[in-house]
């Protein structure tokens, strides 16, 4: 944590010494508390406990012995250190050769209030004294530690030096002042607490109190210094004064008229505009500058903020002369020594801020003398200027650490003693620096500037106020830098409390890592690899360890040796080196990274080989392969059908993508052997193809059934290596032989030709043989279905009795049945497609595949037999001749035709008496026109019935045909 430390003891031995006259204690109100007693005494006399502090500890006993320095102890006791008091432990200057008048030492805060959190800020100024009845010896000037004998070196010389008037145009040079404008000791103290008290307390001791003087204690909020005209001679004496005055500034004016021996006092505070309403708090408004014609002080409007005290005269005419502190006191009136202060020489005040509306912070007091009443009269005599801050800074960095990789830095800051809202806050970041112990309180300059926040506003109001900012996206470089932030009440106001330049408690290191991992490299199976590892720590200067570092390398290779766990250090402690040993019989790509923890102070940072922010990628080493495999693995075919077998060739050609094709025009050879009656060959006698996306193919094929057992050779470059890769090998990847089985069936019908009489049936047997390649051959096969088809020609119109499917059973047989009414032509076709070795294979009848029988044909026949005349009434003993037509069908499509040679044999039944008989002969054979006769007589009366038969032998097959059997086309009886 970076603290802005409180000014709790701003101790001075220089400037100037003023006179007081004060007469009795004047109170303009009781605004401030009752934290210091504001009576007109510098300490109580009377050892009691109490609540409040006074300048001095309490007491009236004084001794040497207390103090570790062997300063002045106020105190009740001898020997005891006192308590109540703000201040103690002054001591005389110790005289040496010439310097025979030395300042006397400034106390210092007493452990009571060095302790109390509710000071804030305090300040005890020893100022020379230079007049006519005293000249303090060993003096040096201000900023440049010249020595000076030409007066007390911090006096202001001319009459720009004046309360109205712009503080750079003040001039300081040593001088030689009159008693009554000669300041001596001045003491401040402010006093806050966490419920909202705001307050400022002074003092100062005169070293007459004969004259009228002029004594004002002017608080500033911004900050006040002395710029040496030079370095050397009077030059290094002498100079400006450097500051402005804000709107807001309070001036507490104490007069003593009349000799000296009465006081009074006012409150005025600085308006930038010139009235009440114009006061404009926190605005830097310099007299006369530009927008500021009208600055000036003012009586504050609120006089009952101030309260003043002065150690004059009980009555008139008595003294009221009180005692030191534990410090040296420095009167020059007859009573006056080194323990005691005469009557009107001390004056103390107090302001409460808050009632005063001042809402500021307070930077500078700046306490002067004036001669004359008037409040801008010329100034004389000052101390200081004291930095006396009211307002505290305390910033705390995010880290002390930082890794340049973590992203941004932060800082926040807290901010406590302004009243009202808060202002804001300037963080700037200074560097980078090449250590910590680069940075003084002179480093932090704009040529070092890396980030400024500009104004920022509270992220919570307090108190104490909280600011945060962080440097987001700037780009920081390795090294050490230094926060410095500053606050203000008003962003156009005066700085008004800052952290410094040199606070190690606000300065953090940027810092940075890198890791590499060497070589890269391609390896034979079997050979070993060495990674080498380093990583370096930045910047130099910090305490460096490296926790780990971790290889790992993937996949597992077949054996690994690390030298990581004691890694070699160089360069001074900054850079750890070690070593990966690898080896791998198996053909792979294998990959190297590392991971490094390095502790560089606060920070634990870790580095990757990720190829990122200076750190190198992952190194891989390469061992090659490549394989061959042949697809489809097994295959069945119909035989007489090609089949394609494809060789695919892959290489791992060390580039960590694992296996790619091979390259173009890859050559691979192929070779067969059958089996089970196969007798495969390849396709157009090739058996070479070249890869083209590292595959090929060829084709072979067998005209009979059987197991064909493919192998396939490639000799293929793999980074100028040569690989030969076969099927079947002992290599891994390679690929078995692959199987082709060429398979068949077979379908039969019978009878193949039939020729039946219509309306008759006809039964078609299908026989199916199916052979699997496995060297038994064709062999009947059961459950296949067989679906029959028929076309009808020459007038025939058959169809299937029961229908057109059978599924074959026993013998590997089944059969359907046809019929047709009528005469004429009927092809009969079959289809099979069993599944044979997982394919199907279909078949049928007149596919003119080996094997598979022709289409069944079926030719349907008919004849025709009619005689006439069918009715005649013969006179008995005459003869009755009857005709017989024969026709027949031979299912050519020329339907009935008459036909010759036909034997009709006629019978005849008698009735009703009539005795009729042939004439000639019962038979007639057809000639002509297919027609024959017979003749009939009765030599009785009666019914004749006469009846024809024929058996006419169509297409082969005797048809026999009768008169009045009733078939379509004979005639009846």
């Known amino acids: 944590m970076l603290r802005k430390r409180r000014n709790l003891a701003a101790l001075f031995a220089v400037g100037g010494a003023g006179a007081v006259v004060a007469l009795s204690t004047l109170s303009a109100g009781a605004a401030p508390t009752s934290f210091l007693v504001l009576d007109g005494n510098i300490r109580n006399g009377t050892p009691t406990s109490s609540s409040s502090y006074d300048w001095g500890n309490r007491g009236s006993t004084y001794d040497n012995t207390a103090c570790a320095n062997g300063g002045i102890n106020a105190g009740a006791t001898v020997g005891t250190l006192g308590s109540g008091g703000i201040f103690n432990c002054g001591k005389q200057g110790t005289p040496s050769g010439s310097n025979t008048n030395p300042l006397p030492i400034a106390p210092s805060l007493t452990p009571a209030a060095a302790a109390d959190p509710t000071i804030v800020a305090s300040a ?110 009077s030059a290094a004496c002498t100079g400006n004064f450097s500051g402005h005055r804000t709107g807001g500034d309070f001036l507490a004016a104490v007069d003593f008229a009349n000799g000296g021996s009465f006081g009074s006092a006012t409150i005025y505070e600085w308006s930038c505009g010139g009235t009440v309403a114009t006061i404009s708090g926190g605005t830097q408004c310099d007299p006369g500058s530009v927008g500021f014609p009208n600055a000036q002080y003012i009586v504050a409007p609120n006089a009952s903020a101030f309260q003043i005290a002065f150690n004059g005269p009980l009555s008139k005419g008595v003294d009221n002369n009180i005692a030191c502190g534990g410090w040296v006191c420095r009167g020059q009136m007859p009573a006056d020594n080194i323990n005691t202060v005469s009557t009107n020489e001390f004056v103390e005040g107090g302001v409460d801020l808050n009632a005063l509306g001042f809402s500021g912070c307070v930077n500078t007091l700046f306490p002067h003398t004036r001669s004359s009443p008037d409040i801008n009269a010329t100034l004389q005599d000052f101390a200081g200027p004291v930095a006396f801050n009211t307002c505290s800074i305390t910033t705390t960095p995010g880290a002390k650490v930082t890794d340049i990789r973590g992203g941004s830095i932060s800082d926040t800051a807290f901010v406590s003693g302004f009243t009202g809202a808060p202002g804001v806050v300037d963080f700037k970041l200074y560097g980078p620096f090449a250590s910590f112990s680069a940075i003084t309180s002179t480093s932090c300059t704009a040529g070092k500037l890396a980030f400024d926040s500009g104004l920022v506003s509270a992220s919570s109001p307090g108190p104490p106020a909280v600011y945060t900012t962080n440097t987001g996206s700037t780009p920081l470089l390795v090294g050490a830098y230094q926060w410095v932030a500053s606050y203000q009440t008003t962003p156009t106001g005066a700085i008004e409390a800052s952290g410094l330049c040199g606070d190690a408690s606000e300065q953090v290191a ?10 890269n490299g391609t390896n034979p199976v079997g050979t070993p690899h060495i990674f080498t590892i380093t990583v370096n720590a930045f910047p130099a200067g910090l305490s460096v360890s490296f926790t780990s570092i971790t290889p790992s390398v993937t996949p597992a290779p077949g054996s690994q040796i690390s030298t990581c766990g004691s890694p070699t250090l160089s360069n001074g402690g900054n850079t750890a080196t070690c070593t990966v040993t690898i080896n791998s019989a198996v053909a792979q790509t294998f990959t190297a990274n590392a991971t490094a923890v390095v502790q560089i102070g606060s920070a634990s940072l870790t580095r990757t080989t990720d190829g990122l922010l200076g750190d190198s990628g992952p190194a891989t080493k390469t061992y090659v392969d490549a394989n061959i495999n042949l697809s489809p693995a097994s295959k069945t075919n119909a035989v007489g059908s090609a089949h394609t077998i494809t060789a695919t060739v892959l290489i791992n050609a060390g580039t960590g993508g694992g296996f790619v094709p091979a390259a173009n025009g890859t050559l691979v050879t192929f070779s067969l052997s059958n089996s089970n009656g196969a007798t495969a060959s390849f396709v157009g006698g090739i058996n070479t193809c070249t890869t083209t996306a590292g595959t090929c193919s060829v084709s072979i094929n067998s005209p009979t059934t059987g197991l064909v057992t493919i192998n396939a050779t490639t000799n293929v470059s793999v980074s100028g290596i040569s690989v030969t ?19 068949d069936a077979q ?7 039939k020729t039946n009489e219509i309306g008759k049936d006809h039964v078609i047997t299908a026989t199916v043989k199916t052979d699997s390649g496995d060297g038994n051959g064709l062999v009947v096969t059961n459950g296949v279905l067989v679906t029959f088809s028929l076309t009808n020609s020459s007038g025939a119109t058959a169809g299937f009795v029961g229908g057109n499917t059978c599924t074959t059973a026993g013998a590997g047989t089944c059969s359907v049945t046809i019929n047709s009414p009528t005469s004429g032509q009927v092809a009969i076709h079959a289809t099979v497609s069993p599944t044979v070795g997982g394919i199907v294979l279909t078949r049928s009848t007149g596919d003119g595949l080996s094997g598979d029988s022709a289409d069944a044909n079926k030719t349907y026949v008919d004849a025709q037999l009619q005689i006439s005349p069918l009715a005649k009434t013969n006179e008995l003993g005459k003869d009755h001749v009857i005709t017989a037509t024969v026709k027949t069908d031979s299912g050519d499509g020329n339907g009935l035709v008459v036909t010759n040679g036909v034997l009709v044999t006629f019978s005849l039944t ?29 030599p009785t009366s009666g019914q004749v019935a006469i009846h024809a038969t024929i058996s006419p032998t169509v297409g082969g097959i005797v048809l026999t045909r009768s008169t009045g059997d009733g078939l379509s086309g004979d005639s009846a009886d």
């Open 124 to 233: 005890f100024v020893v100022d020379p004294l230079f007049n006519s009845n005293n000249k303090n010896t060993g003096l040096t000037c201000p900023v440049t530690g010249a020595s000076t004998t030409g007066g007390d070196p911090t006096a202001v010389t001319t009459g720009a030096s004046k309360n109205d008037l712009p503080l750079n145009g003040f001039v300081y040079a040593p001088t030689s002042l009159q008693p009554k404008d000669d300041l001596a000791n001045i003491y401040a103290v402010a006093h806050r607490t966490s419920s909202g008290v705001n307050e400022v307390f002074f003092g100062a001791e005169r070293v007459i109190n004969n004259g009228a003087s002029h004594i004002d204690f002017e608080f500033l909020q911004s900050r006040l210094s002395l710029v040496p005209s030079g370095t050397t001679g």
């Open 510 to 519: 940027i810092v940075d890592a890198k890791i590499s991992i060497s070589p």
């Open 725 to 743: 890769r076969s099927t079947g090998d002992s290599n891994a990847g390679d690929g078995p032989a692959v199987t082709k089985t060429y398979v």
């Open 747 to 753: 379908l039969q019908i019978s009878p193949l030709a």
């Open 910 to 938: 008698n009735s009703s008496g009539a005795t009729a008989g042939f004439v000639g002969g019962n038979t007639c054979t057809t000639a002509g026109a297919g027609t024959c006769s017979v003749t009939i007589n009765s």
